[in-house]
């Protein structure tokens, strides 16, 4: 009898053992946020719970604070977490109607938020995230290294030339009998009316916001990703890609690598990492054109 009793009560801690297996533990350290739909950040405190994850993720993650750094705070998040699949963070943006999906690189010399998007918010979603459900009024706080920070969204750039009207002499009518004055032709275009239409020479800066859908026609055109300010968003696609090699295609210029180490947020010509984000500013794109590995 006895015998029985312990080979019942070793078969039951086994397979108590085996049932632990099979759940995986939260990686993310945040068991009451993973799961639980969409959830809002605040705009007025930095401690809870949402805020305080988004916080210490970017602290981990020098991509996704670089992303959020340029971009602006999301309003809401959700956090997904399944067995045998990496974490995934979806950061709202419900002002533009975007999302972004970011997927976690945890690795012992890499822990790091791979971010894709802009993508279009969802029907299911669109109510979720709406002014009803969610404080759209202002950017969120977030603590970050001891720092409250208020990262708000970037507004649109809008380019406005101005240029004088220029008033032409008229000619007063003469006698027929006296010769008529020369008069030298105009130079080409002399006659055209002033315009505050930007030029072709400043074509390659020239930029108008654009929704979901108009950028993802772009894209799939072979156009670089661009920002509501303009400014070209280029996704490393290889970890041998250099900040020279980017700074010479989009602005024809490697010297110009410098800035947009700055634009990005970067110290250095640090390393790159395949899925990072670099800025190029709007005011030194000389082409739009998606950037192609070699």
């Given amino acids: 009898m006895d015998i029985t009793l312990r080979r019942l009560v070793s078969s039951l801690i086994f397979a108590f053992a085996l049932l632990g297996c099979s759940f995986s533990e939260p990686k993310l350290g945040f068991p009451g946020l993973s799961n639980r739909g969409v959830i809002p950040l605040s705009t007025t405190n930095a401690y809870v719970g949402s805020n305080s994850f988004l916080g210490l993720e970017m602290e981990k993650s020098p991509n996704l604070f670089h992303f959020i750094e340029n971009r602006g705070a999301p309003h809401a998040v959700r956090i997904m977490e399944r067995k045998n699949r990496s974490p995934e963070l979806i950061l709202f943006y419900p002002n533009e109607a975007s ?12 822990y790091n938020w791979i971010i894709r998007g802009p993508q279009k918010i969802s029907r299911s979603d669109s109510h979720l995230v709406s002014s009803d459900n969610l404080d759209l009024v202002g950017s969120p706080v977030v603590s970050v290294f001891n720092k409250i920070e208020r990262f708000a969204s970037r507004t649109p750039r809008t380019i406005v030339k101005t240029v004088p009207v220029v008033n032409l002499p008229t000619v007063k009518p003469t006698p ?65 890609e250099k900040i020279d090699d980017i700074a010479k295609w989009y602005t024809l210029d490697a010297k110009n690598s410098q800035a947009i180490l700055k634009a990005t947020g970067m110290e250095g010509a640090q390393a790159l990492i395949k899925g990072f984000r670099v800025r190029i500013p709007l005011a030194l794109v000389k082409n739009a054109k998606q950037m192609q590995n070699k």
């Fill in 99 to 110: 999302l972004y999906i970011g997927e976690l690189n945890d690795s012992r010399s890499n």
């Fill in 176 to 240: 027929s009998n006296k010769a008529k004055p020369i008069i030298k032709s105009p130079k080409p275009g002399a006659n055209k009316k002033p315009s505050s239409i930007i030029t072709k020479k400043e074509a390659p800066t020239e930029f108008k916001p654009l929704n979901t859908d108009q950028m993802a026609i772009l894209m799939s055109q072979g156009f670089a990703e661009r920002d509501r300010n303009g400014d070209v968003m280029h996704t490393v696609q290889s970890d041998s």
